[in-house]
């Protein structure tokens, strides 16, 4: 009996690949396993190998898995790309029709399976899938029942016919796959799940999700990787809220449109990508000049330029961080879990309405694409705040005089006031203006209004801005990192605590403005402090050296090459620095 | 009711003495007022360069974006507000050069709202530099030898996108130019108004006098239909695009907030942004 498990399916892109996976996921999902996927894909349609990589838990699990346990090949490429990563005693799932081989002397077996002979015998080669995800079933000792609801989900409004033909595939892959496997039957055979009925969703429908339940009524946006499911989403489902969708002509008409729908007063958001941001960093630096709310998702992407527009990077940060010419207040989130990017994303609607700047929900595209089984959200969890927003009527101002919008107050955040409403004309523009909107060009307005914008954050209030896990007083090292690099971060915590070793972690969840005060004493008390980020420049790390010191006591651990982070790669690295 | 006095504010414009721009925020103020509209019920999303400063030296709601970029925020204001009556306005660099993109498919998009172009043929805040209006041959501070590139014939790049409506006039005609505003400001739909409005100080070519010299009143053209886009698109070419008047429009068309699904018929600012736990629950239940 096994707790844990690895899969993989891989082969030619538009074949097929992540539906099976899809498949076999949904309904171990259902069983109450913890699901993690994570597809390996390229820029292209057809064509290139692909793989999903599936890791099912029967406890919380948020990391690739180190190594591999079954894979499941279309074709030689599948094996020859990803055999490194089968552990001993691993297996091979592998179509009979290309006459698969592995690498002689590795203590995998290899099962050639007629994955595409059964499926054409039973109608349609096209269900070679099925009988991939029947043949992985029988060695998990899975019941292919536990498969009926989900094929009858997928295949229900083609036809009971269909939905047969696809289960007897299933059942005729794991027979076959029974008379193979004999009396080795057991040793893969899956510890039953708790049965609990859990989301199973990617990081960008938490934040799509999370911008509905954050009063999110429009949205203006651009297509590009990893982000278009957020608006893929949002446009199936905010036409039922009376809200609407826009596909822009590009990024700078995506946020410019969101800011003008902000000022307008509906909460708007628009998401992309590194190229994307680039394009709308001048749109930033107005939200913030004229102090519009607005939401920015970015799911970075390997830069630069177009850089590896499908593989895992983190190397947007410090651009998000200090990107617009000339100094503004901004915010930037970043949730390392499916669960706080729905928080995050709805918390982010009501900070940028709150202190009236530009929000960036930072992510990165392993956490926007990679699946998980999520805990349960909870409704009670979902407030808006509108802030300083003035509603209710207002007092007549003396002859055409502006409403003073631009108020220099001692919090620094002035009173808002939405266009059409009766005494409340007012100026905006990023040219720098007097409390009126008025443009000013005087010295000491200019003064008090920089003040004014810049004091705004002084005082941000932001529950958790970062993910502690300290079971030290004194640590021989503190983990720190940021997204999707937590669950890594937590696996190699453990390995090196069972090494003797007092670790603590820190996950930056706010990362600007800079969590000093919480970080100083983490940072204070660890001998030394390993920075984990997937950059090649250490840019949290410079971060924390700017805003907290101990420069002598801060190293890194880098990686750049579009693969995410797996567990024994913190903890290889980590013990090479310590 | 409202006057065209109350659409007037207290601040000065930038604008050299002589500015055709003096004449087209005149139009604007008589416009509103004449179509019925408050102060309050309008907002001016302007661009930037001289005429970009309009949205400031006009009492209603106002919001100088950035260069280029009038149209998708004023665009966002409708969507979140369609009780406004938004009008965009800017010049002929920040329509047809830097924000030439945002032109055609805000005209293919037809957001009921108003764009107005203050066109010079020149850039004038930046002292003299040639604009994708300017003739071939046209002698600027970018262009000492004179331009060698061709003017954009706008007029006929907006039919081609699609446009719904389609108007030219000239800023020295304050009543034809009030009327236009008014009738796009009434469309259901994107309006495309573009005023020839002379810089006194930096185009010596393009003066009030040789305006007055070449454009063609659509008026005096017997039988001008402007409900024909075959016909609007021949009397353009033929006048290369030196007409005023009503060039284009369809009545027709539903604008982009009539026909895009589900979207609110009250202004989408006073929808509930609470979700029921009901439809909560039902999101929720669909990834499990």
Same mark, same amino acid.
């Given at each position: 009996?096994?707790?844990?498990?690895?899969?993989?399916?891989?082969?030619?892109?538009?074949?097929?690949?992540?539906?099976?996976?899809?498949?076999?996921?949904?309904?171990?999902?259902?069983?109450?396993?913890?699901?993690?996927?994570?597809?390996?894909?390229?820029?292209?349609?057809?064509?290139?190998?692909?793989?999903?990589? *599936?890791?099912?838990?029967?406890?919380?699990?948020?990391?690739?898995?180190?190594?591999?346990?079954?894979?499941?090949?279309?074709?030689?490429?599948?094996?020859?790309?990803?055999?490194?990563?089968?552990?001993?005693?691993?297996?091979?799932?592998?179509?009979?029709?290309?006459?698969?081989? =592995?690498?002689?002397?590795?203590?995998?077996?290899?099962?050639?399976?007629?994955?595409?002979?059964?499926?054409?015998?039973?109608?349609?080669?096209?269900?070679?899938?099925?009988?991939?995800?029947?043949?992985?079933?029988?060695?998990?000792? !899975?019941?292919?029942?536990?498969?009926?609801?989900?094929?009858?989900?997928?295949?229900?409004?083609?036809?009971?016919?269909?939905?047969?033909?696809?289960?007897?595939?299933?059942?005729?892959?794991?027979?076959?796959?029974?008379?193979? !496997?004999?009396?080795?039957?057991?040793?893969?055979?899956?510890?039953?799940?708790?049965?609990?009925?859990?989301?199973?969703?990617?990081?960008?429908?938490?934040?799509?999700?999370?911008?509905?339940?954050?009063?999110?009524?429009?949205?203006?946006?651009?297509?590009?990787?990893?982000?278009?499911?957020?608006?893929?989403?949002?446009?199936?489902?905010?036409?039922?809220?009376?809200?609407?969708?826009?596909?822009?002509?590009?990024?700078?008409?995506?946020?410019?449109?969101?800011?003008?729908?902000?000022?307008?007063?509906?909460?708007?958001?628009?998401?992309?990508?590194?190229?994307?941001?680039? !394009?709308?960093?001048?749109? *930033?630096?107005?939200?913030?000049?004229?102090?519009?709310?607005?939401? =920015?998702?970015?799911?970075?992407?390997?830069?630069?330029?177009?850089?590896?527009?499908?593989?895992?990077?983190?190397?947007?940060?410090?651009?998000?961080?200090?990107?617009?010419?000339?100094?503004?207040?901004?915010?930037?989130?970043?949730?390392?879990?499916?669960?706080?990017?729905?928080?995050?994303?709805?918390?982010?609607?009501?900070?940028?309405?709150?202190?009236?700047?530009?929000?960036?929900?930072?992510?990165?595209?392993?956490?926007?694409?990679?699946?998980?089984?999520?805990?349960?959200?909870?409704?009670?969890?979902?407030?808006?705040?509108?802030?300083?927003?003035?509603?209710?009527? !207002?007092?007549?101002?003396?002859?055409?005089?502006?409403?003073?919008?631009?108020?220099?107050?001692?919090?620094?955040?002035?009173?808002?006031?939405?266009?059409?409403?009766?005494?409340?004309?007012?100026?905006?523009?990023?040219?720098?203006?007097?409390?009126?909107?008025?443009?000013?060009?005087?010295?000491?307005?200019?003064?008090?209004?920089?003040?004014?914008?810049?004091?705004?954050?002084?005082?941000?209030?932001?529950?958790?801005?970062?993910?502690?896990?300290?079971?030290?007083?004194?640590?021989?090292?503190?983990?720190?990192?940021?997204?999707?690099?937590?669950?890594? =971060?937590?696996?190699?915590?453990?390995?090196?605590?069972?090494?003797?070793?007092?670790?603590?972690?820190?996950?930056?969840?706010?990362?600007?403005?800079?969590?000093?005060?919480?970080?100083?004493?983490?940072?204070?008390?660890?001998?030394?402090?390993?920075?984990?980020?997937?950059?090649?420049?250490?840019?949290?790390?410079?971060?924390?050296?700017?805003?907290?010191?101990?420069?002598?006591?801060?190293?890194?651990?880098?990686?750049?090459?579009?693969?995410?982070?797996?567990?024994?790669?913190?903890?290889?690295?980590?013990?090479?620095?310590? | 009711?409202?006057?065209?006095?109350?659409?007037?504010?207290?601040?000065?414009?930038?604008?050299?003495?002589?500015?055709?721009?003096?004449?087209?925020?005149?139009?604007?103020?008589?416009?509103?007022?004449?179509?019925?509209?408050?102060?309050?019920?309008?907002?001016?999303?302007?661009?930037?360069?001289?005429?970009?400063?309009?949205?400031?030296?006009?009492?209603?709601?106002?919001?100088?974006?950035?260069?280029?970029?009038?149209?998708?925020?004023?665009?966002?204001?409708?969507?979140?507000?369609?009780?406004?009556?938004?009008?965009?306005?800017?010049?002929?660099?920040?329509?047809?050069?830097?924000?030439?993109?945002?032109?055609?498919?805000?005209?293919?998009?037809?957001?009921?709202?108003?764009?107005?172009?203050?066109?010079?043929?020149?850039?004038?805040?930046?002292?003299?530099?040639?604009?994708?209006?300017?003739?071939?041959?046209?002698?600027?501070?970018?262009?000492?030898?004179?331009?060698?590139?061709?003017?954009?014939?706008?007029?006929?790049?907006?039919? @081609?996108?699609?446009?719904?409506?389609?108007?030219? @006039?000239?800023?020295?005609?304050?009543?034809?130019?009030?009327?236009?505003?008014?009738?796009?400001?009434?469309?259901?739909?994107?309006?495309?108004?573009?005023?020839? @409005?002379?810089?006194?100080?930096?185009?010596?070519?393009?003066?009030? #006098?040789?305006?007055?010299?070449?454009?063609?009143?659509?008026?005096?053209?017997?039988?001008?239909?402007?409900?024909?886009? #075959?016909?609007?698109?021949?009397?353009?070419?033929?006048?290369?695009?030196?007409?005023?008047?009503?060039?284009?429009?369809?009545?027709?068309?539903?604008?982009?907030?009539?026909?895009?699904?589900?979207?609110?018929?009250?202004?989408?600012?006073?929808?509930?942004?609470?979700? @029921?736990?009901?439809?909560?629950?039902?999101?929720?239940?669909?990834?499990?």
């Amino acid at each position: 009996m096994i707790s844990q498990l690895s899969w993989k399916v891989g082969g030619q892109q538009g074949e097929g690949i992540e539906s099976t996976g899809e498949i076999f996921s949904i309904a171990l999902n259902r069983l109450g396993y913890y699901l993690y996927g994570y597809r390996h894909f390229s820029s292209r349609i057809k064509g290139g190998h692909t793989n999903n990589k *599936i890791r099912v838990s029967t406890t919380q699990v948020r990391s690739v898995a180190d190594d591999l346990d079954i894979l499941v090949a279309f074709d030689q490429e599948t094996i020859d790309f990803n055999f490194h990563e089968l552990r001993d005693g691993g297996i091979v799932l592998a179509d009979a029709k290309f006459n698969p081989t =592995i690498p002689e002397g590795s203590n995998v077996t290899l099962y050639a399976v007629p994955f595409t002979d059964i499926a054409t015998n039973l109608g349609t080669s096209l269900m070679k899938n099925m009988v991939a995800v029947g043949a992985s079933s029988a060695v998990l000792d !899975l019941d292919i029942d536990v498969y009926q609801e989900v094929v009858e989900e997928i295949f229900g409004r083609k036809g009971q016919q269909v939905v047969e033909k696809n289960m007897e595939a299933l059942r005729a892959g794991a027979q076959f796959m029974k008379e193979q !496997l004999g009396d080795s039957i057991q040793t893969m055979k899956l510890e039953k799940a708790d049965g609990k009925k859990r989301m199973f969703m990617i990081g960008n429908d938490a934040i799509a999700l999370g911008a509905l339940a954050g009063g999110a009524r429009f949205m203006a946006a651009y297509p590009i990787t990893p982000a278009s499911e957020i608006m893929e989403y949002l446009i199936k489902k905010l036409p039922s809220l009376g809200g609407a969708v826009i596909q822009t002509e590009d990024e700078i008409a995506a946020c410019t449109m969101a800011i003008g729908a902000n000022y307008a007063g509906v909460r708007t958001l628009t998401a992309s990508a590194g190229p994307g941001l680039s !394009l709308m960093m001048e749109a *930033i630096g107005l939200a913030g000049m004229t102090e519009t709310p607005v939401v =920015i998702v970015n799911t970075q992407r390997g830069g630069p330029s177009t850089g590896l527009p499908t593989k895992q990077e983190q190397s947007d940060l410090m651009a998000m961080i200090y990107g617009t010419h000339g100094e503004i207040p901004k915010i930037v989130i970043a949730p390392s879990t499916v669960q706080e990017a729905f928080y995050d994303t709805v918390e982010a609607f009501n900070l940028a309405e709150e202190y009236q700047c530009p929000v960036i929900v930072l992510s990165d595209l392993q956490l926007s694409l990679g699946k998980q089984t999520v805990e349960p959200l909870e409704y009670d969890k979902i407030e808006i705040r509108r802030g300083k927003l003035v509603t209710g009527e !207002l007092p007549a101002l003396p002859d055409k005089e502006n409403f003073k919008r631009y108020e220099v107050t001692e919090d620094g955040i002035s009173p808002r006031v939405l266009p059409g409403t009766p005494n409340g004309i007012h100026h905006v523009t990023g040219v720098e203006h007097a409390e009126t909107g008025k443009p000013s060009e005087s010295a000491a307005n200019r003064i008090a209004q920089m003040d004014k914008r810049l004091r705004k954050l002084k005082h941000l209030k932001f529950n958790t801005p970062v993910h502690k896990q300290v079971k030290h007083e004194e640590a021989d090292v503190l983990l720190v990192g940021f997204n999707s690099t937590r669950g890594a =971060i937590e696996e190699a915590m453990e390995r090196l605590e069972l090494d003797g070793l007092k670790v603590n972690h820190a996950h930056i969840r706010l990362v600007h403005p800079f969590p000093t005060e919480e970080m100083l004493p983490l940072v204070q008390t660890a001998k030394k402090i390993i920075v984990v980020e997937q950059n090649a420049t250490g840019q949290l790390a410079s971060l924390l050296k700017m805003n907290v010191g101990h420069a002598d006591k801060i190293s890194t651990i880098l990686k750049y090459d579009g693969n995410p982070f797996l567990p024994n790669e913190v903890y290889t690295k980590c013990k090479e620095l310590l | 009711m409202a006057t065209f006095k109350d659409f007037r504010n207290d601040v000065k414009p930038n604008w050299c003495p002589g500015c055709g721009d003096f004449s087209v925020q005149a139009a604007i103020q008589r416009a509103a007022a004449n179509v019925g509209l408050e102060p309050h019920q309008l907002a001016i999303v302007s661009g930037i360069g001289c005429s970009g400063r309009i949205s400031g030296y006009i009492h209603s709601y106002g919001f100088h974006g950035i260069h280029g970029r009038a149209l998708p925020i004023a665009q966002g204001v409708k969507m979140a507000n369609r009780d406004l009556t938004v009008i965009a306005a800017g010049g002929d660099g920040d329509g047809f050069a830097i924000g030439t993109g945002h032109t055609i498919h805000a005209i293919r998009r037809n957001i009921d709202i108003t764009y107005i172009v203050m066109d010079n043929h020149i850039y004038g805040l930046t002292k003299g530099q040639t604009s994708p209006r300017s003739e071939v041959g046209f002698k600027t501070k970018s262009t000492p030898q004179g331009s060698v590139e061709p003017a954009l014939s706008i007029m006929e790049m907006a039919l @081609s996108a699609g446009a719904t409506f389609v108007a030219q @006039s000239f800023s020295s005609d304050l009543k034809e130019l009030t009327q236009l505003i008014e009738e796009g400001i009434k469309h259901k739909g994107f309006s495309l108004i573009n005023v020839f @409005s002379p810089c006194v100080t930096y185009n010596k070519v393009n003066t009030y #006098d040789w305006f007055k010299e070449n454009l063609v009143s659509l008026n005096t053209i017997e039988g001008y239909d402007p409900s024909n886009r #075959d016909m609007a698109m021949q009397t353009l070419m033929k006048h290369k695009g030196l007409v005023t008047g009503l060039i284009y429009q369809n009545k027709e068309q539903k604008s982009y907030q009539d026909l895009v699904h589900g979207y609110s018929q009250t202004p989408l600012v006073d929808a509930d942004l609470q979700l @029921s736990k009901e439809k909560f629950d039902q999101l929720v239940a669909e990834f499990m």
